[in-house]
Antibody
């Protein structure tokens, strides 16, 4: 049974970097049939996909895709030694306040497993 | 990007009755459409993928239909635990996008 456990601070100062981690159990961040996503949700933006990372052994490489709206500020990194992925969002503003989720995208490209969510407030 | 529009924004239905939720895509997504249920304080839960295939463990009273640009989620004989917010999501065209949600409330 796949489980995603998120961790990270709930308050970030404006202009600072938001950093969250998603620990995976019951699956592998290096899975050939999964993609590991970060999605956020706010009243103003609804559910907004931020980016994903995935590994494909056929090409022996990692892939990363980001949403255009945050591409210049976001980094998603897999950590195979800890079987987890991380999210970094730089130069945050109050507009980045949201509940952040990690989610597994299966072979069908739907998000079938979600983390518990982390509420992030941007405040000095 | 493809815009997903859900209607109505809020739907009031009595327990035991049927609920019908709609989702429209700004252009065809074929059958690459998923539905999620979100309860207060929880993460979304996958209900339907491929427009009509129930996810593991989803009760049979949930059914999805449609293709192209028009989709429907039907919940037959509403139970108390079904009152929540429902989102559609297309995964045919990158980036994958969500609708703004339909809140299903008790009448």
């Amino acid at each position: 049974q796949v489980h995603l456990q998120q961790s990270g601070p709930g308050v970030v100062k404006p202009s600072q970097t938001l950093s969250l981690t998603c620990a995976i159990s019951g699956d592998s961040v290096s899975s050939n049939s999964a993609a590991w996503n970060w999605i956020r949700q706010s009243p103003s933006r609804g559910l907004e996909w931020l980016g994903r990372t995935y590994y494909r052994s056929k090409w022996s490489r990692w892939y990363t895709d980001y949403a255009a709206a945050v591409r210049s500020r976001v980094t998603i990194t897999p950590d195979t030694s800890k079987n987890q992925l991380s999210l970094q969002l730089t130069s945050v503003t109050p507009d980045d306040a949201a509940v952040y989720y990690c989610a597994k995208g299966g072979a069908g490209n739907v998000y079938d497993i979600w983390g518990q969510g982390t509420t992030v407030t941007v405040s000095s | 990007e493809i815009v997903m529009t859900q209607s109505p924004a809020t739907l009031s239905v009595s327990p035991g009755q049927r609920a019908t939720l709609s989702c429209r895509a700004s252009r065809s997504v074929y059958s690459d459409l998923a539905w999620y249920q979100q309860k207060l304080g929880q993460a979304p839960r996958l209900l339907i993928e491929g427009a009509s295939t129930r996810a593991t463990g989803v009760p049979a009273r949930f059914s999805g239909s449609g293709s192209g640009t028009e989709f429907t989620l039907t919940i037959g004989s509403l139970q108390s635990e079904d009152f929540a917010v429902y989102y559609c999501q297309q995964y045919n065209n990158w980036p994958y996008t969500f609708g703004q949600g339909t809140k299903l409330e008790i009448k």
